[in-house]
Nanobody, 124 residues
Framework: QVQLAESGGESVQAGGSLKLSCATLGYIGTNYCMAWFRQAPGKGREAVAH???????LYGDAVQGRFTISRDQNKNTLSLQMNSLIPEDTGTYYC??????????????????WGQGTLVNVSS
């Protein structure tokens, strides 16, 4: 059973930076999309960014230009560098993998694996 484990969430002041990491535990192969999602208190889950097997990245409008997603396919790890944080970035951040052949869909057509989440709190 593949598991994903996030780390790096903490409390930070607005304008600061954080880097989240996601480790893959168990064998997941190589043909999958990886992504970060987040969920703010009282709100639904939101896509933050994803990266496919070719390294193509897509960012949500709310984080474009401030966040950078990176993937190490040799180590099966994922990271999210978050800069210029604002209070609206507060939430639980989830790492996810879509076993899709490498490209990103996130519409439930393929198996998805999710981490337990790591909490980010940005204070003003």
């Amino acid at each position: 059973q593949v598991q994903l484990a996030e780390s790096g969430g903490e409390s930070v002041q607005a304008g600061g930076s954080l880097k989240l990491s996601c480790a893959t535990l168990g064998y997941i192969g190589t043909n999958y999309c990886m992504a970060w999602f987040r969920q703010a208190p009282g709100k639904g889950r939101e896509a933050v960014a994803h990266v496919d097997i070719d390294g193509k990245r897509l960012y949500g409008d709310a984080v474009q230009g401030r966040f950078t997603i990176s993937r190490d396919q040799n180590k099966n790890t994922l990271s999210l560098q978050m800069n210029s944080l604002i209070p609206e970035d507060t939430g639980t951040y989830y790492c996810a993998a879509e076993i899709s052949g490498g490209y990103c869909y996130w519409d439930k057509r393929y198996e998805e694996v999710w981490g337990q989440g790591t909490l980010v709190n940005v204070s003003s």
